[in-house]
């Protein structure tokens, strides 16, 4: 008896997020950041709050390493906070004095509901934020010019694996796919990619907004 083909868990999250990646890249602060004409302090308003999501994102996984998918999945490297931190520092913010805006509590909640209920959806957020180099690396050159920086300094956060930023992505896919995922889990993932890029652009909103 034929087996129907087991569902692609990356071609899927891809597939079924496609419309939330259109409308990040038409963001008016992403787009603004794209072409180098976001003010260096929103920049920085931005990376902050990322810094949290990173934080404690990186930090819920962590401690689900008892997870087989998570443990195959999650990689030191994939710990983004001092990254966002050195950025901001970069830029004269204290990282310490950083506060969550709204949409960043809402994200950590999210994530800390999620750690404690189906620790697993966690991957669905990994998969935003680390595709998110993809584009990131680009991003990150304008960034440079824009605010005339010398080497990484500033953009780590952006580009934080340089030119190994293609083979790491290729490696979380693989790792990804060879996680047996069942149909439901994957609906899950699915999910909370969407919530994630939801949450990324509400941060988008509260910097363009002075929230924070
Ligand atoms: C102006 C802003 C952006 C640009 C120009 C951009 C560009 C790109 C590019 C060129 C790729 C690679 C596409 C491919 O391999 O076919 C990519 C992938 C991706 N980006 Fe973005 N991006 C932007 C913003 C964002 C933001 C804000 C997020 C997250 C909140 C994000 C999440 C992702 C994800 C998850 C992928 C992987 C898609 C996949 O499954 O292959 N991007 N982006």
């Known amino acids: ?15 079924r997020t496609i419309e939330k990646h259109k409308l990040a890249e ?5 787009h603004a950041l794209a072409i180098g004409k976001l003010p260096p302090e929103q920049y920085a308003a931005l990376t902050a709050q990322l810094m949290i999501v990173h934080r404690e994102l990186f930090a819920a996984l962590n401690r689900s390493r008892a997870v087989p998918a998570i443990a195959a999945v999650l990689r030191d490297y994939h710990d983004h906070e001092p990254r966002c931190r050195r950025d901001i520092e970069h830029f004269g913010v204290d990282a310490s004095a ?3 805006g709204i949409a960043t509590a809402k994200m950590v909640d999210d994530i800390k509901f999620a750690e404690a209920s189906s620790a697993l959806d966690l991957l669905g957020a990994l998969y935003v934020l680390e595709g998110a180099t993809n584009g990131g690396k680009f991003i990150a050159k304008m960034v440079r ?3 005339r920086l010398e080497g990484i300094a500033g953009t780590e956060s952006l580009d934080p694996y340089g030119q190994a ?9 693989r790792s990804m796919r060879g996680v047996a995922f069942g149909e439901v889990e994957i ?3 699915v999910a909370m990619a969407c919530r994630t890029f939801d949450a990324v652009a509400e941060i988008g909103d509260d910097v363009l907004n002075g929230r924070v």
Not at 26 to 30: A, G, T, V
């Open 165 to 173: 930023q293609p083979e790491r992505w290729e490696e979380f896919k």
């Open 1 to 15: 008896m034929s087996q129907a083909a087991a569902v692609d868990v990356m071609q899927t999250l891809r597939d």
């Open 145 to 147: 010019r824009a605010y």
């Open 26 to 30: 038409r963001h008016p602060l992403q």
């Open 187 to 189: 609906e899950r993932l």
């Open 98 to 100: 950083v506060a969550a």
